[in-house]
Structures are given as structure tokens and as C-alpha cells.
T-cell receptor
């Protein structure tokens, strides 16, 4: 299994508070992704990174920001949490170099509840 | 828009064979992936197809027809541990993955 960890694994917070989720990888992969997963929807891309300090928006980026200051860490921040951001958040990684290397591998997920 | 369609839920019997279909309409095509996701866990990679035809990997096989925008995942000799959701995803012209909502497979003894 790819070495990907996420922290925290569970979090309960209140509306209006900022929240930061961390993804850490030990694979030295170039690409990192943040997804959210909600019932009835496929995984939806929030933001992704293609290198240190290189990030771009995904399909559902409003209300989220990211940072990647080191290859191994990719942070997702909810600037002011809302109840609609209650979800399961997955981090994924992939690399260059062909289909297997470009396959995305997922971290264990963070369950976030915004009250 | 881009769209991936899969059945929401399927039921099968232990020891049997089941086929999970996936149809897609995307802007470009750079490969199709199948993932397995057990309840409360992360998706795990099962298979990748980029050329038409069947890819076999043990009890699991995946088929692709690019002209029809269609794929299926075939699971043989079903085991109780195969109870999970199966996610279909297509890599589009921007090399981004577009995901289906997943098919929940229930295995009965």
C-alpha cells in the first residue's frame, strides 16, 4: 500500500470556524489531490497539486484553499466551515511515468462534521 | 457535460458471477479505472483499461469498448468479502479523473 496518511481522521467543528486537514505521503509522488465524497455523488475533486507550491482548482473548490510547501505534505483548509462541507475527505497521490505510476492511490480519509 | 453512469446497487450470490456496467460521456478519453471501496474505507485500485478488450486479473476482469463509451467489471467466484462499492472513473482530455457514483454490491450466502 502507498504510504499516505491523513490527519485528523475524524473532526467535529462548528459553522464559521476554520479547519485544516493534512495529507502526508512517503512515496515522493509528484501529484497530490483532495477529494470529497458524499452519498449519491462520485468523488469530486477539490484541488490538486502538481509540485511544491504548484496547485490548481478542481470541480468544487469554492470555500477551500490548499498549500503544498513540501513534496510530502498537502494541506486543505476550509476557510469558514459550513454545514454543506460535512463530508468524507480523501487525499490521493500519483506520479508520472505510465499508467501504473499515474494511478491514484488514496489515503484513509477524514470524516468531517460541521455543526 | 461529463457523465459516468453505473447502477446504484446490485445483489449477487456467493460463488456466482456478477457484471457491473459503466457507461461514460467525457471530453476526451485517456483511460478507465475501476476501484473497490469497502464501507468506511478508502478506494483501492482494481484495474485500468485504455485499449478495447478484456483485461483479466485473477477473479476480476475489466472490459472496455471506447466506441460505445462502455466498460464492465466482471467478478467471478464471488466471496462475501467482495461486498463493497465499485467505482468507475474515466481520465478525460485534461487528465483529470471523472468519477461515477459507484455501485454497491451486496453478496448473499
Amino acid at each position: 500500500d502507498a504510504g499516505i496518511t491523513q490527519s485528523p481522521r475524524h473532526k467535529v467543528t462548528e459553522t464559521g470556524t476554520p479547519v485544516t486537514l493534512r495529507c502526508h505521503q512517503t512515496e515522493n509522488h509528484r501529484y497530490m489531490y483532495w477529494y470529497r465524497q458524499d452519498p449519491g455523488h462520485g468523488l469530486r475533486l477539490i484541488h490538486y497539486s502538481y509540485g511544491v507550491k504548484d496547485t490548481d482548482k478542481g470541480e468544487v473548490s469554492d470555500g477551500y484553499s490548499v498549500s503544498r510547501s513540501k513534496t510530502e505534505d498537502f494541506l486543505l483548509t476550509l476557510e469558514s466551515a459550513t454545514s454543506s462541507q460535512t463530508s468524507v475527505y480523501f487525499c490521493a497521490i500519483s506520479d508520472d511515468g505510465g499508467p501504473l505510476q499515474e494511478t491514484q492511490y488514496f489515503g484513509p480519509g477524514t470524516r468531517l462534521l460541521v455543526l | 457535460g461529463q457523465n459516468i453512469d453505473q447502477p446504484t446497487e446490485m445483489t449477487a450470490t456467493e460463488g456466482a458471477i456478477v457484471q457491473i456496467n459503466c457507461t461514460y460521456q467525457t471530453s476526451g478519453f485517456n483511460g478507465l479505472f475501476w476501484y473497490q471501496q469497502h464501507a468506511g474505507e478508502a478506494p483501492t485500485f482494481l484495474s485500468y483499461n485504455v485499449l478495447d478488450g478484456l483485461e483479466e486479473k485473477g477473479r476480476f476482469s475489466s472490459f472496455l469498448s471506447r466506441s460505445k463509451g462502455y466498460s464492465y467489471l466482471l467478478l467471478k467466484e464471488l466471496q462475501m468479502k467482495d461486498s463493497a462499492s465499485y467505482l468507475c472513473a474515466v481520465k478525460d482530455s485534461n487528465y483529470q479523473l471523472i468519477w461515477g457514483a459507484g455501485t454497491k454490491l451486496i453478496i448473499k450466502p
